[in-house]
């Protein structure tokens, strides 16, 4: 192979692996409490102008009782469905206005409510999800038509296959 084509192979080679050494790099991460007992995770990683917020709580489906099942599920639909201060989706629309994305999730051990967002409009989150923690709503009629949307996912994610049921407590 000619000297030229040898250090044309290896630029292009240097070229694409450069990106991968640089995104594996370990990024630096501190681990401290609030003094409500928060703990809080912050990972920087400075690549692009946005943040990932993510709050998780140690409710899931194994802190259920036989019979309670779906409740940590029910919950965590509950919580955007107003606050003492915002009704049912403010919540989200005001973060959807923000260009934000934002979902939750359930499972075993936990539930998580995460948005990202511009950097620039993380007060935004934070206070969002202080208030609805400090003063969220619990109207049964909603709470009703929530479970009724709890088993219609159930019924699509678990009951119609065999294969989900095998994996059910």
């Given at each position: 192979m000619p000297l030229m084509l040898r250090r044309a192979?290896?630029?292009?080679?240097?070229?694409?692996?450069l990106p991968l050494v640089m995104a594996a790099e370990a990024q630096p991460t501190h681990e401290f409490f609030l003094d409500n007992g928060l703990k809080v995770i912050v990972r920087e990683d400075h690549r692009a102008p946005i943040v990932v917020?993510?709050?998780?709580?140690?409710v899931g489906s194994s802190y259920e009782s036989p019979g309670q099942t779906g409740l940590s599920h029910a919950l965590e639909h509950?919580?955007?469905?107003?606050?003492?201060?915002?009704?049912?989706?403010?919540a989200s629309r005001i973060l959807r206005e923000l260009g934000a994305e934002e979902n939750a999730f359930t499972s075993d051990d936990y539930t998580a409510y995460y948005q990202v967002l511009a950097r620039d409009r993380l007060a935004v989150a934070f206070e969002l999800e202080a208030d609805?923690?400090?003063?969220?709503?619990?109207?049964?009629?909603e709470f009703e038509r929530e479970i009724e949307v709890i088993m219609e996912e159930r019924r699509l994610r678990t009951d119609d296959k065999p294969s989900a049921?095998?994996?059910?407590r």
């Open positions: 192979a290896a630029l292009l080679l240097g070229t694409l692996y917020s993510q709050l998780w709580y140690k509950m919580m955007f469905k107003g606050s003492r201060k915002l009704g049912p989706g403010e609805r923690l400090a003063s969220l709503k619990l109207p049964a009629e049921l095998a994996f059910e």
